[in-house]
């Protein structure tokens, strides 16, 4: 069964960095698109970034030069390595898989998160 364990969160100070790591299983990781989602407390959950099977990606306006997806096919592991973090980056962050090779498919599968803390 399809399965995504998230790793690498924690408590960092601003100005740090961070690499979340998710491993997947359970499907043929090369076919499909991946990506990063977070969810900040008494907020509703967002699309941080997204990596299509093809290596293209995409990010939300706020990480922009701060955050980068890659992938690691023969390793079946995603990443998001977070750099410059602030205090707004505070959150659950979620590794998610998509319905398809493209970053515009659908989510079908979620990890169970990782808990990242921003904070002096």
């Known amino acids: 069964q399809v399965q995504l364990v998230e790793s690498g969160g924690g408590l960092v100070q601003p100005g740090g960095s961070l690499r979340l790591s998710c491993a997947a299983s359970?499907?043929?990781?090369?076919?499909?698109?991946m990506s990063w989602y977070r969810q900040a407390p008494e907020k509703e959950r967002e699309l941080v970034a997204r990596i299509s099977s093809g290596g293209s990606t995409d990010y939300v306006d706020s990480v922009k030069g701060r955050f980068t997806i890659s992938r690691d096919n023969a390793k079946n592991t995603v990443y998001l390595q977070m750099n410059s973090l602030k205090p707004e980056d505070t959150a659950v962050y979620y590794c998610s898989k998509r319905a398809g090779g493209a970053m515009s498919r659908r989510v079908d599968f979620w990890g169970q998160g990782t808990q990242v803390i921003v904070s002096s």
């Open positions: 359970g499907f043929t990781f090369s076919d499909y698109a």
